[in-house]
């Protein structure tokens, strides 16, 4: 069977392609999934309890992007939803990212915006060449707050020291030096009101677009023509580890449900130094659903399972780039999204991706 264009992959990066490719050149597309279900990792389901959860841990949306807000609002109305994490450290619960409020309630104290800039400099500890996100951390925040904040957590949420991962991790976690309590400062901000899985449902009702679930692509391929092949899967495996397995990290994902409607004082928890998981999700609070139960879910970082995480340290960039070599060759493929790309990528980050090649013509 032809198909001028195949997918693999269900995700945002995926389907994002595949929508575009079917509204805007009315071209028939194959996608194929070896999950059960479309949505990637932003798949959510109703339990058997009737609570939405997510089922590969929460995801919040949030971009400064306009086309890619305006992209997706075409397949979805919002709930505006402004995202707010606690950490619980020292027996107290204090607000993240590390802003005013934080610095105050960690240490009891009443310090101004620009009294608070002071501080940290006095805590910061002077690096000459910033390596590490260990070297980040303690560059901008010293070694009492990374002990209590970031090293634990690092090393659970990795497996390995802060001190050997690089710089973009910690980087990722903004430190601002005003009393704004919410995770995100990005301008568009929100939840699908009706789930991510209706989102993904209506960016692939189009008829021009074919899904095949529960296929391993590998098992379909040789039986099908196509012009392009688009490959949002991990990289190593389209290549049968030729330069050996690439390293991700993975979760397992504990869910339970209190027959009480509330469990905690906001949706996200982490847990820096105290338990083995990285942090508690209450799906009641990102979604804004009345029940009279309410479901939680802990989060385990492990090295086996799903491929989550590429694993940011120089040695798994450099034996990516021996893949990137071998993709940079191929004429008909093209790699998109976290796992071909070997990139943590947020979901407007993908989405941006896929539009980006789309409209560069599907050139690779």
Known sequence: ?????IVVGAGLAGLTIAERIAAELK????????????????????NEDGILIH???????????????????RFTPWNDFWHRVLTYVDGNLIPMPITVETINKLY????????????????????DEIKTSKDV???????????KIFETYTKKQWGIDPGEIDTSVISRIPIRLNRDTRYFNDRYQGMPKYGFTKMCEKMVSNPNIKILLNTDYKEVIKDLKYDKLIYTGPTDYFYDYKFGKMEYRSINFIFETFNKEEYQAAPVVNYPNDYDFTRITEFKKLTWQEH?????????????GEPYYPFPTKECKE???????????EKNVIFLGRLAEYRYYNMDAVVRRALDIFQGGLNG
Do not use: W
């Open 108 to 127: 009891n104290l009443n310090l101004s915006c620009d009294e608070v800039e002071n501080f940290l400099k006095g805590k910061a500890v002077q690096i």
């Open 137 to 147: 951390a303690l560059s901008k925040v010293g070694l009492d707050i990374y002990e």
């Open 292 to 304: 009279k139960q309410t479901t939680i879910l802990k989060e385990y970082p492990c090295s086996e």
């Open 1 to 5: 069977m032809y198909y001028k264009y």
């Open 319 to 329: 034996q990516f780039g021996l893949y990137q070599a071998e993709m940079d060759k």
């Open 27 to 46: 071209e028939k597309v194959l996608i194929i999934e070896k999950r059960n279900h479309i949505g990637g990792n932003v798949y959510d389901s109703y």
């Open 55 to 73: 089922n590969y841990g929460p995801h919040i949306f949030h971009t400064n992007d306009r086309e890619v807000y305006q992209y997706l609002s």
